[in-house]
């Protein structure tokens, strides 16, 4: 008998523990997720606006550089430190702010990023860079495609008027169905190969809808979130819309905390048991 009511006050005491180790499992799951943000300095802005946030999970990948505009008679100079290699994980919260230096003579050129037979997949850059200076420019992270080159070092001259980033498909057996360039984005569709020429035929009777509005083409407001049913969520300005994924780890949590109380009551009960015994 003793040795039976040992074993349930160890389990009492894995109980508690356990019950105790709960807020810092939660703790460390949000801590897992970073922001990386770009700045825009004295002398320019990022789309309009002073910075750029990414709100990004450990692991996800390094978001790609956002496009500076610099006021005139100044030039984006780089960042006050450099940015982590092309297609590296975040692991942790980063700040770059960007840097400028004086235009004396500039030269405009334009960053291009197309595939193996030389069609855009995504929305070129165009930028202005002091003449004889050396710059960086980064390819870009696009969907079903691998880069040749991650990077490029380029010598500003006046000759210099397109720059190419070229991209190979990482599954030789998916084939690109149309490529549409709109105001906001270059849109790429990857289907199989064998599906490819059904697919194309059926492109010109189904227009892509723009950013910003649902399927039957009726505006999405600032704070409504699109559902997959062409129906909008309405999102308060203290509120983020609800995932999925957000809700199982709470139903596995709650279970988790569920068991862990079913062991309590089964462990009391036992104990007096036992004492009903002794008597």
């Known amino acids: 008998m003793n040795r039976s009511y040992r074993t349930l006050k160890a389990s009492f005491i894995i109980l508690v523990v356990s019950l105790l180790m709960i807020p810092f499992s939660l703790a460390n799951a949000h801590a897992a997720s970073y922001e990386v943000v770009f700045k825009s300095g004295a002398h320019g802005t990022i789309n309009g606006t002073k910075k750029e946030t990414h709100k990004l999970n450990a692991g996800d990948t390094f978001p790609d550089e956002p496009v500076v ?27 770059f702010v960007a840097r400028y230096s004086v235009l004396v003579s500039g030269v405009q050129y334009t960053v291009h990023y197309v595939d193996e037979n030389k ?55 998916e084939v690109i169905k149309y490529v549409e360039t709109t105001e906001y984005e270059t849109v790429n569709q990857v289907v199989n190969g064998e599906n490819a020429a059904n697919n194309n035929n059926a492109t010109t009777n189904n227009p892509t809808e723009a950013p910003g509005t ?22 308060e300005d203290n509120q983020t ?18 068991g862990l109380a079913l062991l309590a009551g089964c ?7 036992r004492k009903v015994t002794e008597k």
């Open 69 to 95: 505009q610099a006021e005139a008679g100044y030039a984006f100079k780089g960042w006050d430190k450099a940015l982590p290699s092309v297609g590296s994980t975040v692991s942790g919260k980063q700040v």
């Open 119 to 173: 069609v855009a997949i995504a929305t070129p850059k165009t930028i202005v860079a002091e003449e004889n200076s050396t710059v960086n420019e980064r390819a870009k992270n696009v969907a079903g495609y691998q880069y040749q080159e991650a990077t490029k070092d380029l010598t500003i001259t006046k000759d210099l008027k397109d720059v190419y980033f070229t991209y190979t498909l990482t599954n030789p057996n």
């Open 214 to 235: 649902t399927p039957d083409n009726e505006p999405v407001q600032d704070n409504e979130t699109p559902k997959a049913d062409g129906g909008k969520d309405k999102v």
């Open 241 to 258: 819309p609800k995932a999925k994924g957000t809700s199982n780890s709470m139903l596995l949590i709650g279970g988790g905390i569920a």
């Open 267 to 273: 462990i009391i009960f036992f104990l007096k048991k």
